[in-house]
């Protein structure tokens, strides 16, 4: 091979891009291209989907490649700008919780060049080269096969990249690493949650929140803690909890909202209280959400407290039941059945707050939390007397009431069939390895249940006020007692071995879910502008099939790029399968520049003669 065509060939590579530290390095030939010692190598090939090449399809080339970052090419241009904005050093930036130690790297090998130097002319901005890191990302990102699954789909990058093969999944996951611990996992969060509050004031009215707890299991050969994993049948197994937040508006579709990373057999509470922390985002969720429901692991007494403190309009169930004929009151409303439907206020969560009365309530606007006593099975009529306790932050309405079955159990299509939707297609896929020796979860609680018993004991002290001799010493031995117990617990909890690690969030997986919630909420939105039921309510897994997964063959124009899908074999999911192809064109997405027209190719067999 000529020395000079070779050196040009490596020159070309690193302007097209110039933080790819693998380009070039000896890696596998992409599966179109002809082999460097046929033809003059890479310089002088002619890759598979150009307009010269000759038309055949290739089954490493998935439509979603494509047609991610067309989709989400305006939040992705918005993302690349504000992170390649100056911004505090990487070792100055926060870490996503106080309490969880975190590691920070330096950036991949070509990547300081873009801090420390000007950009030249001859190779694109910082902004650029991350929008490009980001719109490769997300076209691999909703693959059951991780990383590597990913980079195999990745045959069609080279139509827009412009480079002379895909990147390498190395590439990718290290610069993926760098951004997140850069902050951009918290710059994504935010376009999430700007996205929700679009498709909410779009839709007009409030929404209803959903927040639940789902376990990710991972394979290790360390000591790590385990946790009750539900979907394994509460199995004790190493994981690493996810706290996510679903809202759904007013006749429009589930959109995730929210996810949070936790240490295994961390409660419910633990993801409400990292939802809320954030005061933008609660404000919004407290003004323009009617309920936030949640599972019955929030129904505890110390849960609704803390969410009555915050004013947060909550609705769960109780655990365990009761019959309402033990209840002689009068009923608020009856439900469908005639069947009675008692409401009183919840005491034990309302201990220490004023109770109003009627003629206070309006100006007030609103009472304490309730309890509701609903028939578990209305259908079923005065045949059988079981009954619920259904827990509310604030008083619902009779029409609520009257279907408030009805309103709990949308949890199921709005939140449950949403997280399965998104583990179908790579969700709860372990993008991070690493572990660190932390303490587990019941060791964190430990303490800060002895944080607060010291701080009452503190509190006790200087309250008290003696008045005789006696009284104060026997004050002074139950202090002494109190302070002897808060030693001996704090001596306990210390001596307790840390020999076991749990997964932190210091990779690039926070960045990658929060991607993964952008990319849901995206396809869902498109979705609903379909006519057909079908196609509106369509999971990711049916989507991927019809759809995302399916392999193309690419026309190259001046100014526009046509996709020739592969049909499905059925017939009548093909129907389907056009009206996604229709809502496609009529979102009249592009990429770098040029239009994408996607249509179907004859089915096999059915070919016209010409």
């Known amino acids: 091979m000529d020395k000079g065509a070779r050196t040009r060939r490596v020159e070309a590579e690193c302007c097209v891009d110039p933080v790819d530290p693998e380009a070039g390095r000896g890696a596998t030939p992409a599966p179109w291209t002809t082999s460097q010692r046929q033809r003059g190598g890479f310089a002088h090939s ?38 390649s904005a100056p911004r505090a050093p990487p070792s100055e930036a926060t870490s996503p919780s106080a309490s969880s130690p975190t590691t920070l790297v330096s950036a991949p090998s070509g990547a300081t060049c873009l801090e420390a130097s000007p950009v030249s002319s001859r190779s694109p901005s910082k902004a650029s080269v991350i929008e490009e890191h980001l719109g490769a990302l997300v076209g691999r990102l909703m693959n059951s096969g991780g990383w590597v699954g990913g980079e195999r789909r990745a045959g069609a990058e080279p139509i827009w990249t412009g480079r002379a093969r895909p990147y390498d999944e190395s590439t990718l996951r290290k610069h993926a690493r760098y951004l997140a611990r850069s902050g951009g996992a918290a710059l994504v969060a935010r376009a999430v949650e700007a996205q929700v509050h679009q498709a909410a004031v779009a839709c007009g009215g409030k929404v209803i929140a959903y927040t639940d707890m789902f376990g990710q299991v991972y394979w290790t050969k360390k000591p790590a803690y385990a946790a009750p994993i539900g979907s394994r049948g509460n199995r004790l197994l190493a994981a690493t909890y996810f706290g996510l937040t679903v809202v759904r508006p007013r006749g429009g579709p589930a959109l995730a909202y929210h996810v949070s990373w936790h240490k295994p057999a961390s409660p419910l509470q633990d993801a409400l209280e990292v939802l809320y922390a954030d005061k933008p985002r609660a404000g919004w969720l407290r003004s323009q959400s009617r309920h936030h429901i949640w599972a019955r692991g929030g129904s505890g007494v110390a849960t609704l407290r803390w969410a009555a403190a915050r004013a947060i309009p909550s609705l769960t169930v109780s655990r365990g039941s009761t019959h309402w004929t033990r209840y002689r009151r ?281």
Not at 49 to 78: C, D, I, K, Y
Not at 437 to 462: F, K, M, N, V, W
């Open 330 to 610: 009068a009923p608020k409303v009856h439900t469908r059945s005639r069947l009675p439907v008692f409401v009183r206020r919840d005491r034990k969560v309302a201990r220490g707050k004023p109770h109003h009365g009627k003629a206070m309530q309006s100006k007030v606007g609103e009472e304490g939390p309730e309890e509701v006593i609903f028939p578990a099975h209305p259908d079923k009529g005065r045949g059988s007397t079981k009954a619920l306790r259904y827990r509310t932050g604030r008083p619902l309405t009779k029409a609520a009431l009257r279907k408030l079955d009805r309103l709990y159990k949308t949890r199921w299509p709005s939140n449950e069939n949403a997280l399965k939707a998104l583990v179908a297609v790579g969700f709860d896929r372990n993008l991070d390895r690493g572990l660190v020796t932390t303490t587990s979860r019941g060791i964190d609680g430990a303490r800060t249940r002895l944080q607060a018993r010291e701080q009452a004991l503190s509190d006790e002290i200087e309250a008290f006020v003696p008045t005789t001799l006696p009284q104060t010493m026997q004050a002074i031995r139950r202090f002494a007692r109190k302070k002897r117990g808060c030693d001996e617990q704090q001596a306990r909890r210390l001596k307790a071995p840390q020999d076991k690690g749990a997964r932190m969030p210091t990779g690039a997986e926070g960045l990658c879910k929060n991607l993964m919630l952008l990319m849901h909420n995206a396809i869902a939105l498109l979705l609903l502008r379909s006519r057909l039921h079908q196609v509106r309510t369509m999971s990711l897994g049916r989507l991927h099939e019809l759809l995302l997964g399916r392999s193309f063959l690419a026309c190259l124009e001046e100014r526009q790029t046509t996709l020739w899908i592969e049909p499905v074999p059925c017939a009548s999911e093909r129907l389907l399968q056009q009206e996604l192809v229709r809502l496609l064109n009529e979102a009249s997405l592009s990429l770098k520049g040029r239009s994408l027209l996607f249509k179907l190719r004859e089915p096999h067999g059915e070919t016209k003669a010409l």
């Open 46 to 83: 002619t890759p598979f989907f150009s307009s010269g090449a000759r038309g055949s399809f290739q089954p490493a080339a998935a439509v979603g490649t494509v047609l991610w970052p067309a989709l989400l090419a305006e939040p992705l241009a918005q993302l690349a700008n504000e992170m």
